[in-house]
């Protein structure tokens, strides 16, 4: 069956730092990969998308990358600030009549 | 321009019982999905809704059914409710005419809890 994993359920980083969340999957042949940010309480908030066929996207002090031989995407996020603090979720979306599916998330915390 | 709205916020019920469960997608959007997530977890697809049908439909029993309003809104019916089904429950809306890569809008959610 389908399988995602996130590094860890939990990443504490300093701030100011570079927090790098790693989404892996099996059994999925995604044609995109989409991160949100979840913050408590709150319904998941688009972030960023990326395509099999693009290695980068950027946005802001964000950078995801998308590996579909070693079947991993990484989100980056630079300069982080206590205000980046909440649970990060991947997810993969495949071609017609294939499910959305997503991670279990990570959730970050940055340290002032 | 309103975002997705879900009613109601906060729902209790006792096994057994039958709920329901409403959305109204973000203004230009006409494909529903809805979603659980359970404490800690990530959100588990349920199926989506697109031109009033059922378009496709994650690994949950027949007790969970839906429905879609020429108005695009949504709801989401859970009968037989088990103590497993609390959990909170996400209806995102998305432009399916764009292609089928579109970014997910979430409402925040129905917290429903079984007593």
């Known amino acids: 069956s389908q399988k995602i994993e996130q590094n860890s359920e939990a990443l504490n980083i300093q701030e100011g730092k570079t927090a790098t969340l790693t989404c892996n999957y099996t059994n999925y042949s995604p044609a995109y990969l989409q991160w949100y940010r979840q913050d408590p309480g709150r319904g998941p908030v688009f972030l960023l998308l990326?395509?099999?066929?693009?290695k980068e996207k950027r946005k802001e002090r964000l950078k995801v990358t998308f590996d579909t031989t070693l079947k991993q995407s990484l989100f980056h996020i630079t300069a982080s600030q206590p205000a980046d603090s909440a649970t990060y979720l991947c997810?993969?979306?495949?071609?017609?009549?294939?499910?959305?599916?997503f991670g279990p998330g990570t959730r970050l915390s940055v340290l002032p | 321009d309103a975002g997705v709205t879900q009613s109601p916020t906060h729902l209790i019920k006792t096994r057994g019982q039958q709920v329901t469960l409403r959305c109204s997608p973000k203004s230009g959007h006409d494909t529903v999905s809805w979603y659980q997530q359970a404490l800690g977890q990530g959100p588990q697809f349920i199926f989506q809704?697109?031109?009033?049908?059922?378009?496709q439909r994650g690994n949950f029993p027949d007790r969970f059914s839906g429905h879609q309003f020429p108005n695009y809104s949504s709801e989401l019916n859970v009968n037989a409710l088990l103590l497993g089904d609390s959990a909170l429950y996400l209806c995102a809306s998305s432009r399916r005419g764009q292609g089928k890569n579109q970014p997910q809008h979430f409402g925040d959610g129905t917290r429903l809890s079984i007593l």
């Open positions: 997810a993969l979306d495949g071609y017609y009549g294939q499910n959305f599916v």
């Open positions: 990326i395509r099999e066929n693009e």
């Open positions: 809704y697109y031109e009033e049908e059922e378009r």
